[in-house]
């Protein structure tokens, strides 16, 4: 799968980590939709942080489509909604 983190660049990240990352997703939508701005941070930098652990940099000059979208490390809650699916921002 390919990732890009908005203003960052892109990763391939294996399809066996989705359940990890899909823990802190489910996390993230829960702060969000409580609107607890610390810990939509918080969750929001260990759900980045865990892809680019993950995940295998793509060189920049690398145009291959992305298949998950993240936004920013200091993106708003409003930004993160206006990204949201209906399951999160990785499918489940």
Do not use: C, W, Y
Not at 25 to 33: R, S, T
Not at 57 to 68: K, M, N, Y
């Amino acid at each position: 799968m390919i990732v890009r983190i908005m203003g960052e660049g892109q990763l391939r990240l294996a399809d066996s980590h989705l359940a990890e990352l899909n823990k802190l997703d489910d996390e993230l939508l829960a702060e969000m939709e409580s609107g607890d701005g610390p810990g939509f941070r918080r969750t929001l930098h260990a759900l980045l942080g865990k892809v680019r652990e993950l995940g295998e940099p793509l060189p920049d000059d690398s145009l291959e489509p992305s298949e998950l979208i993240l936004p920013t490390s200091d993106a708003t809650l409003e930004d993160v909604r206006a990204l949201l699916r209906d399951d999160g921002l990785i499918p489940g």
